[in-house]
C-alpha cells in the first residue's frame, strides 16, 4: 500500500496545454502540500491544505490551482503551461500538530512542457 | 527571504567510513529541523528530526547535530553503506507555520566500493 500517490508518474505536453496531478494520502493525515523541485534539486513549497482548507500558498502563479475535495486528496491543475513548469512536483501530506515534524512524500511526477 | 542550505555539492567516501553532511540555515527563529533522504526518481524520505531545544540526536547509524549559535546542522552516518548513495536535503520549520518546510539546496552523496 502506497502511503502517498500521485499520478502520473510522467507528463509530457505542449506549451499552452492544461494538465491535472493527482495525489491521494491513506495515512489519515490532515494536512497536504504541493513541492516543486527544480532542475538543481531545489525543493520548494507551493501550497498546503489542512482539513481541505488552504493554509500556504507561495507566491504561485495563477495558472496553478489546487483543489481539495477531500482530506485525502489535494490535486494540482496548471492551466496554460509554460516551459518553466517543467519540473518534478512532489505531493506529500503530515498529520499538523502534535510535534509530529514528519511530512510523507509521494514519488514525484515529473512534468516536461516543450 | 530565508534560505537554507548551499549549494549542492558532492560527497564521496569510501564504504565503511564515516560521512558528515553539513548544512546552514538562516532562520533563528525556526524551532525543528530535519533531514531527508532522497534516491533518484524516488520522493524525499525522511530520516531524522531535531528539535531547536536540543543539540544533538541519535538515530540508527545516524546523528544530527545542531548548532543554534552559528545555525548549522549536520547529519552523521556511521559506516556509509553503498545505499546510502542519495542526495540528503536539511529542512527546517516552525511550529505553527502550518508545518512548511524550507528545504537546503541538497548534497549529493556517492560512496564508492
Known amino acids: 500500500d502506497t502511503a502517498v500517490s500521485q499520478t502520473p508518474k510522467y507528463l509530457v505536453t505542449q506549451m499552452g496545454n492544461d494538465k491535472s496531478i493527482k495525489c491521494e494520502q491513506n495515512?489519515?493525515?490532515?494536512?497536504m502540500y504541493w513541492y516543486k523541485q527544480d532542475s538543481k534539486k531545489f525543493l520548494k513549497i507551493m501550497f498546503s491544505?489542512?482539513?481541505?482548507?488552504?493554509?500556504i500558498n507561495e507566491t504561485v502563479p495563477n495558472r496553478f490551482s489546487p483543489k481539495s475535495p477531500d482530506k485525502a486528496h489535494l490535486n494540482l491543475h496548471i492551466n496554460s503551461l509554460e516551459l518553466g513548469d517543467s519540473a518534478v512536483y512532489f505531493c506529500?501530506?503530515?498529520?499538523?500538530?502534535?510535534?509530529?515534524?514528519?511530512?510523507?512524500f509521494g514519488q514525484g511526477t515529473r512534468l516536461t512542457v516543450v | 527571504g530565508e534560505s537554507v542550505g548551499l549549494h549542492l555539492p558532492t560527497l564521496s567516501v569510501q564504504e565503511g567510513d564515516n560521512s558528515i553532511i553539513n548544512c546552514a540555515y538562516s532562520?533563528?527563529?525556526?524551532?525543528?529541523f530535519i533531514w531527508y533522504k532522497q534516491e533518484s526518481g524516488k520522493g524525499p524520505q525522511f530520516i531524522i528530526d531535531?528539535?531547536?531545544?536540543?543539540d544533538k540526536r541519535q538515530g540508527q547509524r545516524v546523528t544530527v547535530l545542531l548548532n543554534k549559535t552559528v545555525k548549522h546542522l549536520s547529519l552523521q552516518i556511521a559506516a556509509t553503506q553503498p545505499g546510502d548513495s542519495a542526495v540528503y536535503f536539511c529542512?527546517?520549520?516552525?511550529?505553527?507555520?502550518?508545518?512548511?518546510?524550507?528545504f537546503g539546496t541538497g548534497t549529493q552523496l556517492k560512496v564508492e566500493l
Open positions: 506529500a501530506s503530515s498529520q499538523h500538530g502534535g510535534g509530529n515534524t514528519e511530512a510523507f
Open positions: 532562520n533563528s527563529a525556526s524551532d525543528y
Open positions: 529542512a527546517e520549520g516552525l511550529t505553527g507555520g502550518g508545518n512548511k518546510l524550507t
Open positions: 491544505y489542512n482539513n481541505k482548507e488552504l493554509i
Open positions: 495515512l489519515g493525515h490532515d494536512t
Open positions: 531535531i528539535r531547536s531545544n536540543m
